[in-house]
């Protein structure tokens, strides 16, 4: 007698089969307009235009966003949308951040400059491949571990170390910093690379109600937290996105190494 989670899985596999005929239209129209800009940001990224080139990160994220949304919303989730949106995210915030973080500080560096972009770049795949078979195993309900909580990602999302390198451009533009062979930046490369692929958790705020009643000091954080970043929005930003990705790394290093002995 076949498993029921084994005929979940044949029934989706043959529903997938047909996707080469049918597919959603408005949510894969979205996401393709984000990996046009992760194509946008390379072509800015080698004529020199850096601060475009970032930009072009910023909206491919946006529509990064809006996919999933629009897809939940109108109801026109697919296999075939969830690898779409996963190679062109390999794109807009895997090949392309690289590129630009090469061309914008790192070629000075020689070799270890590129190999530092390629560590990004193939950490960003993995992590994508890795998120991939994660949600096949959950759908099937074959993922009971803690890696199947919504409250958080295991890992920095790509998304948000190609955040890192967009806003480490404007920040360093705002405060007319020198990138060209920056070693904070080659750092920061590495760390954004090994985040991605730490199976650490990082917390992914889904489960945050704002519907509900919460102490006052929340509201305060959060008009400060705005003001901070209406006053120099590329700074906080990046300072943003850089705690972000330590504090994951700590906190995760802390409670595998130390809180286990």
Request: proline content about 4%; glycine content about 8%; charged content about 15%.
């Amino acid at each position: 007698m076949t498993p029921p989670s084994k005929k979940k899985r044949i029934k989706s596999l043959s529903h997938t089969d047909r996707l080469g005929v049918e597919i959603y239209v408005l949510p894969n129209l979205i996401t393709t307009l984000n990996m046009f800009f992760g194509w946008f940001c390379i072509i800015k990224t080698l004529k020199g235009e850096f601060t475009t080139a970032a930009f072009a990160i910023v909206a491919a994220a946006v529509f990064d966003l809006l996919d999933g949304r629009v897809a939940r919303v109108t109801n026109t989730e697919s296999p075939f949308g969830a690898q779409y949106d996963s190679l062109c995210d390999l794109v807009s915030f895997g090949i392309a951040p690289a590129l630009l973080l090469f061309h914008w500080s790192l070629s000075p560096f020689g070799r270890i400059g590129w190999l530092a972009c390629f560590f990004y770049t193939a950490c960003g795949a993995l992590r994508l491949a890795r998120f991939n078979v994660y949600t096949i195993l959950n759908e099937y309900g074959e993922l009971d571990t803690e890696d199947s909580s919504k409250s958080h990602f295991v890992g920095l999302p790509i998304p948000m170390a190609a955040g890192i390198a967009a806003s480490a451009v404007l920040a360093f533009k705002d405060l007319g910093l020198v990138a060209n062979q920056n070693i904070g930046i080659l750092a920061v490369t590495f760390l954004a690379g090994l985040a991605m692929v730490s199976n650490f958790p990082y917390r992914s705020f889904k489960d945050l109600d704002l519907k509900r009643r919460l102490p006052f000091g929340f509201l305060v954080f959060g008009v400060a937290l705005l003001a901070a970043i209406a006053v120099h929005p590329e700074i906080t930003l990046f300072i943003m996105f850089v705690l972000y990705a330590l504090l994951g790394l700590m906190v995760g290093a802390y409670k595998k190494f130390y809180l286990k002995r």
